[in-house]
Each structure stands twice: as C-alpha cells, then as structure tokens.
T-cell receptor
Framework: DAGVIQSPRHEVTEMGQEVTLRCKPI?????LFWYRQTMMRGLELLIY????????DSGMPEDRFSAKMPNASFSTLKIQPSEPRDSAVYFC??????????????FGDGTRLSIL | DAKTTQPNSMESNEEEPVHLPCNHS???????IHWYRQLPSQGPEYVIH???SNVNNRMASLAIAEDRKSSTLILHRATLRDAAVYYC?????????????FGKGTMLLVSP
C-alpha cells in the first residue's frame, strides 16, 4: 500500500519566493496533519484537517503560511513570501479516526526546505 | 496536555533487549500512551500505543505501570536499524479531537 506521499523531497529557493509543498494522504484516511521540524524547536504541529476542513491552525507561525485541502486526496502548504527562518523539514501525516484519540498517524518522508 | 519525561539518550548492543522508560505522572484517566520513533532522515513512525493494559505487536511491547504514571517501551532484540529517536506521547481528547505533541524523545544508539 502506498504511504503518505510528499513532494518535492527537497526544495531550495531564494528569500521572497513562493513555496508550495504538496501532500497526498493515505487513501481512506480522513485526518491530515502538517508538521515542521527544526533543530531548535523539534517537531511542531502547524495545522490539521478533518474531513477536508481545517480544525486547528494555531500552530501556523504567521500569515505568510497557508494550507488548503481541496479534496480528500490532496493538501498543500504554501509559504509566501518565504524567509530564511522558514528553512526546515516539513512533514505531512494522515490518520483515520484520529478524533478518537487512539489511532496512529502515518507520516510521509518530508520535504527538506532551504530558503537562501 | 499532560507532559512526558524521557532520558535524552540510551545505548544498547545489537541483539540485546532495550527498555526505554517514560514518566507521565500527570496522566489522566482517558489519556492514551503512544510511542513513535524517527529514524535518521525519515518521518516519524508509529510503534505502539496503549491505555491501561500491556500491549504487544510485531515491533515492540509496551508495559504500563499499574498507576499509569510511567510506561516502558521494550524492544526485545535491538538491531542496528532500531537506532532512532523514540518519542513517548500522551493523547487527550480536546473538543472531540486529539493531537500529537512531540517532545525531545530518547535517542537510542545501537552498537554492533
């Protein structure tokens, strides 16, 4: 079975450019999560969706960050304009029934983002 | 959310059992105990979870103290591929939804 698929795997771009990260969750999963990992702050939850609806975006650092889930099989995380401090590894995860508190999340391999 | 405390790092030899401890003294009755691990350059990977009783799966065993204030992840025979950061996480329902809050975890080093 295909796991969570993220693209691109690596992204290097210059400050000020728009960055779009993509995620395809596992088929049948109804919850989707975006995380960011840095050495300083560890793994942080940015936003999560349930049944394509954003539930909690309190982890999104600033208005420069936005996330969408137009359908059950696709989500994007956009940064516009990007800044060097946005450099991190961004992970997408999906789950089925996570609202029940005991269902595991399945993570993608992440997108390593470098903003120059 | 209730917090967990784990050692920063542990070392083991290949093919020996490993016991990774986690303290969660403020756990509530409805909190689940989850373990995830993150291998180098990969996303976190679910390992096991439990509520009150000990749990076993193909990857590991989870031993939960009777008062639930601590738990131990047991890898029965460590391999070099088990070298990773192991996270112990409590999940609690908030307004009908629960999330994972990752701490620093325990870095497990496995020697041949």
């Amino acid at each position: 079975d295909a796991g969570v698929i993220q693209s691109p795997r690596h992204e290097v771009t210059e400050m000020g450019q728009e960055v779009t990260l993509r995620c395809k969750p596992i088929s049948g999963h109804n919850s989707l999560f975006w995380y960011r990992q840095t050495m300083m702050r560890g793994l942080e939850l940015l936003i999560y969706f349930n049944n394509n609806v954003p539930i909690d975006d309190s982890g999104m650092p600033e208005d420069r960050f936005s996330a969408k889930m137009p359908n059950a099989s696709f989500s994007t995380l956009k940064i516009q304009p990007s800044e060097p401090r946005d450099s991190a590894v961004y992970f997408c995860a999906s789950s089925f029934g996570f609202e029940k508190s005991n269902q595991p999340q399945h993570f993608g391999d992440g997108t390593r983002l470098s903003i120059l | 959310d209730a917090k967990t405390t784990q050692p920063n790092s542990m070392e083991s030899n290949e093919e020996e059992p490993v016991h990774l401890p986690c303290n969660h003294s403020t756990i509530s009755g409805t909190d689940y105990i989850h373990w995830y691990r993150q291998l180098p350059s990969q996303g976190p990977e679910y390992v096991i979870h439990g509520l009150t009783s000990n749990v076993n799966n193909r990857m590991a065993s989870l031993a939960i103290a009777e008062d639930r204030k601590s738990s131990t992840l047991i890898l029965h025979r460590a391999t070099l591929r088990d070298a990773a950061v192991y996270y112990c996480i409590l999940t609690r329902m908030n307004s009908g939804y629960s999330t994972l809050t990752f701490g620093k975890g325990t870095m497990l080093l496995v020697s041949p």
